[in-house]
């Protein structure tokens, strides 16, 4: 099993573009989030999904799109990207139920940069 | 509202030392705690859940409700155990991350 894949690795952007950054898992989690790790702030949860087509809002969800059509993988869209949007992003997945549900799975993460 | 307090950003001892990385919470209902870790160039990864009350690499972590605590704690610290480690609380399947310590394992 791959686990959990993310693309790009780095991006720079430059202000006002949009992208959007993929992330797939191959191990039938229904939960799925995504991540924002800054210096001095730890992760900060953007958005999540408790499985295909039902997403919801995390704590910093502004500036941020998701959407969830199939169980493998969760999009982050960035509309019309901001500096301060510049971060490292981690999308991570599990599987609810039990005593490790718990226990979410990162992926490598993405280094995006704006300008 | 949920919040998680890792108090220190950066935490040094000799190899063979005690460490206590502490961790503080905020919430009103009964918390589900967890400790996480990211070594160098790997994924951030679980370490230990409290509800398991189990033993990871040496590691332990106890709930203590009174004080809104859940420390990590090894008797003597590995150079191996050097890394970054976060303190997470579970509230209605959204993660609330501590700031994160670095711990830094020296020989």
Redesign the interface.
């Known amino acids: 099993n791959a686990g959990v894949t993310q693309t790009p690795k780095f991006q720079v952007l430059k202000t006002g573009q949009s992208m959007t950054l993929q992330c797939a898992q191959d191990m039938n989690h229904e939960y799925m989030s995504w991540y924002r790790q800054d210096p001095g702030m730890g992760l900060r949860l953007i958005h999540y999904s408790v499985g295909a087509g039902i997403t919801d809002q995390g704590e910093v969800p502004n500036g941020y799109n998701v959407s969830r059509s199939t169980t493998e993988d969760f999009p982050l869209r960035l509309l019309s990207a901001a500096p301060s949007q510049t971060s490292v992003y981690f999308c991570a997945s599990r599987n609810p139920r039990g005593l490790a549900g718990g226990e979410q799975y990162f992926g490598p993460g993405t280094r995006l940069t704006v300008t | 509202a949920q919040r998680?307090t890792?108090p220190e950003?950066l935490l040094s001892v000799f190899k063979g030392a005690p460490v206590e990385l502490k961790c503080n919470y905020s919430y009103s209902g009964s918390p589900?705690l967890?400790w996480?870790v990211q070594y160098s160039r790997q994924?951030?990864?679980?370490l230990l859940?409290h509800?398991?009350r189990e033993s990871i690499k040496g590691f332990t972590a106890d709930l203590n409700k009174g004080e809104t605590s859940f420390h990590l704690k090894k008797p003597f610290a590995q150079e191996e155990d050097s890394a970054m480690y976060?303190c997470a609380l579970?509230n209605f399947?959204?993660?609330?991350?501590?700031?994160?310590t670095k711990l830094n394992v020296k020989p």
């Open positions: 998680v890792q950003k589900e967890f996480y994924r951030l990864q679980l859940r509800i398991s976060y579970l399947n959204k993660f609330y991350f501590g700031s994160g």
